[in-house]
């Protein structure tokens, strides 16, 4: 994958990056059409709208499925109403999505396809490749936008990088759907 510059950002407007856990760990699991996942995509939504009347307008994502991904999708049915917004996906390698299922590589390939920044922040699998991507992500933000449930993983590394750095961080939890400020 090369990096794509498709319209440049706006300058003056804040960044916004969204890390979070995988679908599979969500409360509802890969159940999109569950009452809870649709209530968290629709508060998920207008958070990313608060967002933009706040002054932010390039939004950033590792387009991972779950979070990652609902948000970049919030972003681009936001595009519509705020069509100065970006979005930028950033991939960690290339054929990221390989072993995803046909429904989910579609999703993300859509999303590459309709991001107005692709970044490649590497292009072969290797141990650290996850981490370079959401390192990038964190460095990039002026706020890290999380869905984090507490365990360990790639979410609690960007979170915790992100507090170490100063970068203000929102947690939304996934069992409550509520938000937390840290």
């Not at 936001?78 to 950033?90: A, D, G, N, R, T």
Request: charge should be negative.
């Amino acid at each position: 994958m090369d990096n794509q510059l498709r319209r440049k950002e706006t300058r003056g407007y804040k960044r916004c990056s969204f890390v979070g856990i995988r679908a599979q760990r969500m409360p509802w699991g890969t159940e999109e059409v569950n009452h809870d996942c649709v209530s968290f995509k629709i508060r998920l939504h207008d958070m990313i709208e608060d967002l933009i009347g706040k002054g932010y307008a390039h939004f950033i994502s590792g387009g991972s499925m779950g979070m990652d991904m609902f948000a970049a999708e919030a972003v681009l049915s936001l595009q519509s109403k705020y069509p100065w917004i970006i979005l930028e996906m950033v991939s960690p390698f290339d054929d990221y999505s390989q072993k995803w299922d046909s429904e989910h590589r579609y999703r993300l390939n859509r999303l590459f396809d309709c991001a107005d920044i692709v970044t490649a922040t590497g292009h072969a699998y290797d141990r650290g490749c996850m981490y370079r991507r959401n390192r990038y992500l964190v460095d990039n933000a002026d706020l890290l936008l999380a869905c984090y449930d507490g365990a360990e993983g790639g979410t609690a590394m960007a979170v915790g990088y992100a507090r170490a750095t100063g970068i203000p961080v929102e947690i939304i939890d996934p069992g409550t759907v509520s938000e937390k400020s840290a």
